[in-house]
């Protein structure tokens, strides 16, 4: 008999449980009915700028902690300023490669006449009619080749290689790692 009552006891306070917590959400539901949509901190609110200013803030921070740094150079070296004489002979090798430069003619005096030019490292033979960097070769003379290039006749000369600088030219008795331009 004892459990009938007992079982009895735990349903009528699971259902006393059930009608408190009922009044409960719906006293809560009034009171968020009754909040006004006027709000007394309205006037803290952010701003539209300010709120995009915020945002890219935040894009600037997230885009600083994702770059990734690519130094070639040992960044706890003192003298950065002064260039070694790799940096020297890495901007001479550059510049060199960057240059449209005739290098030879071969100029027959039956045959085909072909002439050797250099762009970015590499050589190439050309003969009259092929088209090149600066346009197409219309004739080839002793040291010199006359091209057309949007429609104006053009003469490119033999040139030799720039000279290197005076600080790479002789750097055989110090290692190139630790040698500088002073």
Same mark, same amino acid.
């Given at each position: 008999?004892?459990?009938?009552?007992?079982?009895? &006891?735990? %349903?009528? +306070?699971? =259902?006393? &449980?059930? %009608?408190? +917590?009922? =009044?409960?959400?719906?006293?809560?539901?009034?009171?968020?009915?009754?909040v006004s949509v006027e709000s007394k901190?309205?006037?803290?609110?952010?701003?539209e700028d300010l709120f995009r200013q915020i945002q890219n803030i935040e894009q600037s921070i997230q885009d600083r902690k994702e770059f990734v740094f690519t130094v070639i150079?040992?960044?706890l070296e003192q003298n950065l300023i002064v260039k070694t004489i790799r940096d020297l002979e890495k901007l001479w090798r550059l510049?060199?490669?960057s240059m449209v430069r005739l290098?030879?003619?071969?100029?027959?005096?039956?045959?085909r006449k072909m002439a050797a030019?250099?762009?970015?490292?590499?050589?190439?033979?050309?003969?009259?009619?092929?088209?090149?960097?600066?346009?197409?070769?219309?004739n080839i003379h002793q040291g010199k080749i006359v091209y057309i290039y949007k429609g104006t006749e053009n003469i490119l000369k033999l040139?030799?290689?720039?000279?290197?600088p005076e600080a790479i030219k002789n750097?055989?008795?110090?290692?190139q790692e630790r040698k500088y331009n002073w």
């Open positions: 008999m004892e459990e009938k009552y007992l079982k009895d &006891l735990v %349903i009528a +306070l699971i =259902v006393i &449980l059930f %009608i408190v +917590l009922g =009044v409960k959400c719906n006293s809560l539901y009034r009171d968020i009915k009754s901190y309205e006037k803290l609110a952010l701003s150079k040992d960044p510049e060199v490669e290098e030879s003619t071969i100029v027959p005096e039956v045959g030019i250099s762009h970015k490292g590499k050589t190439k033979i050309y003969s009259i009619g092929d088209d090149f960097f600066y346009g197409k070769i219309t040139q030799k290689l720039p000279d290197k750097d055989s008795e110090v290692s």
